[in-house]
């Protein structure tokens, strides 16, 4: 797997807005926001439920990441994707670091995946306790 979720109940917004806090907690900041819904809409005139692609990025851990190995970027920011689900809740959804940057050989950025997957995974257990 590629990923790891959890799944709330609750305004997609509200939602957001904890991830994003949680996120920077964990010393995340988001870069991008891709709004999939508003962009299926306006090129191709399909009405999605909301789904928002959110590009996090830890700027501490992102440069040692780059100092060992310059190509990283290409697998660079951490995307978690929020979106509704047909029945109304939300669905947050992380990418695992640890499953994507094996893909980069070397001890250093297995190590760092590790961390920002433990990272993540406290994110994910913040917004189901909030």
Same mark, same amino acid.
């Given at each position: ?7 709330? *109940?609750? =305004? +997609? @917004? ?5 991830? &994003?806090?949680?996120?920077?907690? %964990?010393?995340?900041? $988001? ?37 060992? *190995?310059? =190509? +990283? @970027? ?5 995307? &978690?994707?929020?979106?509704?689900? %047909?029945?109304?809740? $939300? ?40």
């Amino acid at each position: 797997m590629y990923s790891f979720k959890t799944c709330l *109940e609750g =305004d +997609i @917004g509200v939602i957001e807005g904890r991830v &994003v806090a949680a996120l920077k907690g %964990e010393g995340f900041g $988001v870069m991008t926001e891709i709004d999939v819904q508003a962009t299926m809409k306006a090129k191709l005139g399909i009405e999605k439920r909301p789904y928002r692609i959110l590009g996090a990025c830890n700027p501490s851990l992102a440069n040692k990441a780059i100092e060992a *190995e310059p =190509d +990283i @970027g290409l697998l660079l920011p951490c995307n &978690v994707v929020i979106r509704q689900e %047909e029945d109304g809740s $939300v669905t947050v959804a992380f990418m695992d670091p640890v499953a994507v940057l094996q893909l980069v050989e070397g001890p250093k950025i297995a190590e760092m995946a590790i961390d920002v997957r433990q990272r993540l995974e406290r994110v994910r257990d913040a917004i189901e306790a909030a």
